[in-house]
């Protein structure tokens, strides 16, 4: 079975960038669709950005420009790079499948953007 391990959250300046990462213990070549989700508390976890093992990719509209998913196949790792973050980006960042299976989520990491 496969399992999912988040990090690289923090707390960091409006226009500033963090690095998620999301290491997969399956071969990340075997998933086709991987993505990061995020989660305020009261509200519906929403997908951030998705990737295909073909290289595709697809972002919500509010960080288009700003973030950028990638695999990294050496490492096996499913990273969000975030950069010019805003207030409005603070949530819980998961990553699972996507569609996203209800066994893989994890703690996910918090990213928390305030001055």
């Known amino acids: 079975q496969v399992q999912l391990v988040e990090s690289g959250g923090g707390l960091v300046q409006p226009g500033g960038s963090l690095r998620l990462s999301c290491a997969l213990s399956?071969?990340?070549?075997?998933?086709?669709?991987m993505a990061w989700f995020r989660q305020v508390p009261g509200t519906e976890r929403e997908l951030v950005a998705a990737?295909?093992?073909?290289?595709?990719?697809n972002y919500r509209d509010s960080v288009k420009g700003r973030f950028t998913i990638t695999m990294d196949y050496a490492r096996n790792t499913v990273d969000l790079q975030m950069n010019n973050l805003k207030p409005e980006d603070t949530a819980v960042y998961y990553c699972?499948?996507?569609?996203?299976?209800?066994?893989?989520w994890g703690q996910g990491t918090q990213v928390t953007v305030s001055s």
């Open positions: 699972n499948r996507n569609p996203p299976r209800t066994e893989l």
């Open positions: 399956e071969r990340i070549r075997s998933i086709y669709v």
């Open positions: 990737i295909t093992n073909g290289g595709s990719t």
